[in-house]
Structures are given as C-alpha cells and as structure tokens.
C-alpha cells in the first residue's frame, strides 16, 4: 500500500513538471518574439562601410557579400564575408548604411558565423539610446566551418529607458574583427556572417490611470 502511494506521488509529480514546463514554454512564446533582422540578401553596401587600421600603402583585405559560402538556411543565396590574407590581416570594423533600431527590450541575438579557423575574434557594436558605441565580445574564430553563435543582451548593457515609456530605441551597427596574432601565418582567413536573428520582448510600461480604464 504504502509502495502504491509512493508510485502514486511520484507519477502525479512527474506530471506536474511536464505541466509545468509545457505552461512555461507557452508562457515564454506571449512574451517573446524571435525574428530575422537581417539576412544580407537586400543589404547596401560600398567600401565607405568598412574600414581597417594598416599602414598608407598597405593592401587592404576584401569584403563583399559571397553567393558561394552562405549558410545551410532554407533561401539564403548571400552572406557578408571577409576575406584575409597574410599581408592584410589587420583589425577591421564593419558598419552597415543603415542601423538596426529595436525598440524592445532585446534578450538575445543569434549569428550564424562561418570561420576559417583562425586566431581572430568577432564581436558587435552596439548603440545606446545617447549614441553611446558597445563592443560586445561575440566568438573566437578557432574553429571550421559554419556556428551559431548567440549573444544575451540582457546581460551584457542596460537597455533601460532614461525615463520610463520614452521608448527610445536601441540599435546595432555593426562588427569588429581583431586578429589576435597581427603575424598570423595563414594564407587566407575566411568570416562570413548569414541570416541574423534576435529574440525581444516588449519594454516594461506603467500602469495607465485606472480612470483610464472605465472610458
């Protein structure tokens, strides 16, 4: 008897967690919201995007949008990729014509990153609601091939309005590249960046004027 309440207990347990991770699964879907913020399929882009730190006469590495390395994502036909040599791997900031402006509170961002296996790094540059510039730390470049690599905003800057329901926006504007030995020995250093993603959720307002309510 008392075996059959034990089993009892626990199968009416058991049950209670999967309820209770299937109401929160649910409960997350309401609240937030996963969307492509950009795929560089539209993108406008000219050499007035990019810039390197190297001596005058130094050649300069390639950046352009690459129909032949993009990622295993259902209709992508381009991603953004640069391309280094031995002679042009130097630090490189990407900053598109265009921001991505959120005027949510952004949990998380997702980046399919493809890498060449090399020393380098890749991270964001995002910007405050004063125009403040963020470098935020995304990946090492130490692997092959094609990665997602997420990012938690939430934990890595304030996105608080100065005053409350301002709804002042947040924006992302770009990358930087940093090679970690500037001597790397490797003939050609491969970052391409696909289809990204990110998951928001709408900015804590205050309550409206009960009044409010009955009108």
Same mark, same amino acid.
């Given at each position: 008897m008392v075996r059959f309440v034990f089993f009892s207990l626990?199968?009416?347990?058991?049950?209670?967690?999967?309820?209770?991770?299937a109401s929160q699964d649910e409960w997350k879907k309401v609240i937030f919201k996963t969307y492509t913020i950009l795929d560089f399929e539209t993108i406008l882009m000219s050499k007035d995007n990019w810039r390197v730190r190297k001596y005058k006469d130094d050649p300069l590495p390639e950046v352009y949008l690459s129909q032949n390395i993009t990622a295993p994502i259902p209709?992508?036909?381009?991603?953004?990729?640069?391309?280094?040599?031995?002679?042009?791997?130097?630090p490189l900031e990407f900053i598109f014509s265009e921001p991505v402006e959120f005027q949510e509170t952004i949990q998380e961002m997702e980046f399919p990153i493809y890498s060449s296996k090399s020393s380098g790094t890749l991270?964001?540059?995002? *910007?405050?609601?004063?125009?403040? /510039?963020? +470098?935020?730390? &995304?990946?090492?470049?130490?692997?092959?091939?094609?990665? %997602?690599?997420?990012?938690?905003?939430?934990?890595k800057m304030n *996105?608080?309005?100065?005053?409350? /329901?301002? +709804?002042?926006? &947040?924006?992302?504007?770009?990358?930087?590249?940093?090679? %970690?030995?500037?001597?790397?020995?490797?003939?050609?250093?491969?970052?391409?960046?696909?289809?990204?993603?990110?998951?928001?959720?709408?900015?804590?307002?205050?309550?409206?004027?009960?009044?409010?309510?009955?009108?």
């Open positions: 626990l199968g009416a347990f058991a049950c209670f967690s999967v309820f209770a991770q209709g992508s036909r381009k991603a953004l990729l640069f391309r280094f040599t031995e002679l042009t791997n130097y991270s964001i540059i995002m *910007q405050t609601y004063d125009y403040k /510039n963020v +470098k935020i730390f &995304l990946t090492n470049l130490n692997y092959r091939g094609w990665q %997602n690599k997420k990012v938690n905003l939430s934990r *996105q608080s309005d100065p005053v409350l /329901n301002s +709804k002042l926006p &947040l924006r992302f504007i770009g990358f930087v590249y940093e090679p %970690n030995n500037v001597s790397d020995s490797i003939s050609e250093i491969l970052v391409g960046i696909d289809d990204i993603t990110a998951t928001t959720r709408k900015k804590y307002r205050t309550l409206p004027d009960p009044a409010s309510l009955l009108e």
